[in-house]
Every structure is written in structure tokens, then in C-alpha cells.
């Protein structure tokens, strides 16, 4: 179980590299046939052991029809993509062997994704998602050496960094994962793994460290402890909906636990810090390991991704332990697609989103619907989500496994 959970966490998360800059390069990447686009889609595509494979990164006119893997951009497998404004980050690679160059491409409205601009990193640094300050700042958390370093985007040059390795249990790295700016203040999700990239068994709680971007100082380091619950949201950037604020600006965190794959420790849900305070609320803490998802037999043993579309209500991807496929794990389709109510504390199953695999619990935003990739038994593609009226749609069919999507306005 050790191995199997190391293997897949390093999978799921994609955790890839970054640290010290040394040079910057540039490769063309131009595409032949230049036309307008708004949609940007990636997608993996997976050799046979499911642990390995490439990824493609694309720009199309059109989010319709079927989309191929010709004229995109090759990137590293399991690594995500950022997007803030026009700018659009690639992580590196996690290992001994990859691309360790975090790049930043510039949409500029068509398919053309140019020429990126790229920092040479170290492997094993683990950053996977970014909080942009200002136009010249912004935060990237390191999963793997418990930093945050400090990169101006505009020049994509390192300035600086933030050492949290006092704030760690069991070793010198706390893992941060990702964070959110809220009210001036930002708060960093702080994971707190083993060796085996799952929560300690001595240390079921949750830790958030609250940062000054001002002063780059850490201000306090918070925890849930009552609750049980633990992993504050994965480190990537396609899931930063983990951490979101809601119309009161009451600040709610998606707890991960143990991924769905010990039966003995199910727990996950949420943690609240509500507006104005620097503090958790325990009375707004909610274990759904507890509840039965409406229109099935199953509850959630995790939570892999989710997006908050207000009033209360989140759309999420879900782990299932009935349907963990353990001898072939890392394409185990037992990932439910759902809708959570954080008012009435329900979970109703989003039917017609086939269940997926790991690789594929992209869920985003595309005008008033919500836009879900999957990796079905009989479909993989994009779904759209229509919350007002619950209808389903398969909007794109993939090769290989959709793994993030981006609507450009």
C-alpha cells in the first residue's frame, strides 16, 4: 500500500520543479496555421502503465467536435498549466529525468502559442501553482522544498523567497500546496506529508500559514485540529479551486486525507476561516466522508478537485473506495463528478459525467455553464455543466485524457 500510494500521489499531483534561475532561452513554437482562438485545452495521453505518457497543450477556434493532438505544444507529462490575464505558466517536471524549465507563453488571440520565455530550474522543487500579487510579483509555492519563492512575471526572474521549514512535522518541509490572497493577507495551505506523500498518522489536522505580502513575513501559522480532517488542498494550479471565498467572503479549504485509498482513514471535506477573521470556524468544519452522495450508494472518501459557482454550491470530483480499481490504480476509473451544498450539507451525483481516472478532473468555467473533463469508459472529452438546468453536454471529444481547459474572454 506504501508504494502504490507513493507512486500514485506523485501522479496525481504532477508535482514538477522549480528554483534559482540561471539563464533564460527561447525556442519557436509557432504554428503553421495561425486562426483566432479563445479556448485553450490540454490533454495526456498515457502509455500502458498509466505512471507515464506526454501531454499536449493547445489553442483552438472552436470548443466543439472532436480535437486532435496536431499542431500543439508538447509538455511535460502530469505537468499543469497556470493562467493569469494573458499569461500562460507551464511547470516543469518532477524527477531525476524531464524538462526543468518553468515557461511562460503570452496569448495574443490566436492559435500561435509563440515563443516562451524560460527559467532553467532545479528538479525536485515540487511548484505547481502561482498567486500572482502584482503585475511585478507573484508567489510560487515549492512543494518539494518547502519554500516559496518570490518571481517577478514580468521578467520571470527569481527576487526572492520565503523559507516555512520551521513550520514542518516529521521533517524540515511542510509541503505547501496552494493559497489565496484574501483582504490583503495571503493564506498558504500547508499539506504535511511523509515520505509516502500522505498525511502522517500522528498528524491529522490542517495548517495554514498566514503571510504578510508586504513584508514577505510570515505573520502566524493556524490549524483545525478537531475536525480530523487533513491535506489542505493538491499543490497544482488546475485545482486552485480548492481554496476559494464565497459571497460573504467566508474562506472555505478542500481537505484531500489520504486520497480514498485507506478505508481506515475516509475523512475529507472542508475548513472554514470566515471573513474578517485570521482563524478557523469549527462549527462550519464538514467531514462529507459522513454523507451519502444523492442518487447512489457511495460516499466520498475524497476530494480531488472542485469549483465554487455560488450560493453555496460546488461542483467537485469525488474519490469513491468501492470503485478503486487496485490492480490497475493509476487508470481507475471510480472519480464521480458532483455537486456539493455547503448550506444544506447534500452531495448529488452530476449524472451523464462519466466516471474518470485521476489524470482527468478538470473542472472550469465557461460563461454561465461549467466545463468538466472526463476520461470515460465509453467518452473522453470536455462535458458542459449547466447548474440552472442540469444539463449535461459533451462538447469536445479528446485523444487521451482532457486534463485542463481555459476560456479566454
Request: charged share 20%; net charge negative.
Amino acid at each position: 500500500m506504501r508504494e502504490i500510494s507513493s507512486k500514485m500521489m506523485l501522479l496525481l499531483m504532477g508535482i514538477i520543479a522549480i528554483s534559482s534561475i540561471t539563464s533564460c532561452e527561447k525556442d519557436d513554437t509557432s504554428s503553421p496555421d495561425e486562426q483566432d482562438a479563445k479556448f485553450l485545452i490540454v490533454t495526456t495521453v498515457k502509455n500502458a502503465d498509466g505512471m507515464s505518457g506526454s501531454s499536449y497543450m493547445k489553442l483552438v477556434p472552436d470548443f466543439s467536435g472532436d480535437i486532435d493532438n496536431s499542431n500543439t505544444v508538447q509538455v511535460t507529462f502530469g505537468s499543469g498549466i497556470g493562467i493569469r490575464g494573458k499569461d500562460i505558466f507551464v511547470f516543469p517536471s518532477f524527477g531525476k529525468d524531464g524538462d526543468y524549465n518553468f515557461q511562460k507563453y503570452t496569448y495574443t488571440g490566436t492559435t500561435n502559442l509563440g515563443v516562451p520565455t524560460k527559467l532553467p530550474l532545479a528538479p525536485n522543487s515540487g511548484a505547481s501553482n502561482v498567486t500572482k500579487i502584482n503585475d511585478e510579483k507573484m508567489y510560487v509555492p515549492a512543494y518539494g522544498i518547502g519554500k516559496v519563492l518570490i518571481i517577478n512575471p514580468k521578467t520571470m526572474k527569481k527576487i526572492g523567497e520565503i523559507d516555512l521549514a520551521e513550520y514542518a512535522h516529521g521533517d524540515n518541509n511542510p509541503d505547501p500546496g496552494n493559497g489565496i490572497i484574501r483582504d490583503g493577507l495571503y493564506y498558504l495551505c500547508l499539506d504535511q506529508v511523509g515520505a509516502d506523500y500522505m498525511p502522517y498518522a500522528d498528524y491529522h489536522q490542517v495548517d495554514v500559514v498566514v503571510i504578510d505580502p508586504k513584508t514577505d513575513k510570515v505573520k502566524k501559522v493556524i490549524s483545525e485540529k478537531s475536525t480530523n480532517l487533513s491535506f489542505p488542498t493538491r499543490p497544482m494550479d488546475f485545482v486552485k479551486g480548492m481554496i476559494f471565498t464565497d459571497e460573504q467572503n467566508d474562506m472555505y479549504i478542500a481537505c484531500v486525507g489520504k486520497f480514498g485509498y485507506d478505508p481506515t482513514y475516509p475523512n475529507n471535506g472542508f475548513v472554514c476561516i470566515p471573513s474578517g477573521k485570521t482563524e478557523f470556524d469549527v462549527s462550519k468544519s464538514w467531514d462529507i466522508s459522513n454523507t451519502t452522495i444523492e442518487g447512489t450508494a457511495y460516499k466520498p472518501t475524497s476530494i480531488y478537485n472542485c469549483k465554487y459557482i455560488g450560493n453555496g454550491k460546488l461542483v467537485a470530483y469525488v474519490g469513491i473506495f468501492e470503485l478503486l480499481d487496485m490492480t490497475n490504480p493509476y487508470s481507475s476509473k471510480n472519480t464521480m463528478a458532483v455537486l456539493i451544498d455547503l448550506k444544506d450539507k447534500t452531495i448529488k451525483q452530476i449524472k451523464d459525467i462519466p466516471l474518470t481516472d485521476g489524470h482527468s478532473v478538470c473542472i472550469s468555467l465557461y460563461k454561465d455553464l461549467v466545463i468538466i473533463g472526463s476520461y470515460g469508459k465509453d467518452k473522453a472529452g470536455f462535458f458542459s455543466y449547466n447548474p440552472t438546468t442540469e444539463e449535461v453536454i459533451h462538447r469536445v471529444s479528446t485523444i487521451g485524457n482532457p486534463t485542463s481547459f481555459h476560456y479566454f474572454k
